[in-house]
């Protein structure tokens, strides 16, 4: 059974950092077919992908958002996914989840993932 459990997130003021941690059980982030991101949903708002990061070649992605700022990361030996969040701003205010895909490939903000319980990240001016 795999198990997806966030935790790191708080309330900060614009331009300070977070760090949010992502322990996984059930799922090896280190197998060459996993692929782990980063949600985030807003109140009132669609959950959107944030990052993603795909062990079979180490590759990243990013929303067009928080590019420059956010960096995801993975530690084979913990089994958890991070994200280092820097420069934060007010509309980076959300709950943020982590994510894997079911059957092969990266997450999505579709049914096929399995997610954690979310940690809520706010962030004031």
């Known amino acids: 059974q795999v198990q997806l459990a966030e935790s790191g997130g708080g309330s900060v003021q614009a331009g300070g950092s977070l760090r949010l941690s992502c322990a996984v059980r059930?799922?090896?982030?280190?197998?060459?077919?996993?692929?782990m991101g980063w949600f985030r949903q807003a109140p009132e708002k669609e959950r959107e992908g944030v990052a993603t990061?795909?062990?079979?070649?180490?590759?990243?992605t990013y929303a067009d958002s928080v590019k420059g700022r956010f960096t995801i990361s993975k530690d084979n030996a913990k089994n958890t996914l991070y994200l280092q969040m820097n420069s934060l701003k007010p509309e980076d205010t959300a709950m943020y989840y982590c994510a894997a895909r079911k059957s092969l490939g990266c997450p999505t903000t579709g049914p096929d993932n399995y997610w954690g319980q979310g940690t809520q990240v706010t962030v004031s001016s």
């Open positions: 990061i795909d062990s079979g070649d180490d590759s990243t």
């Open positions: 059930g799922y090896t982030v280190s197998s060459i077919y996993s692929c």
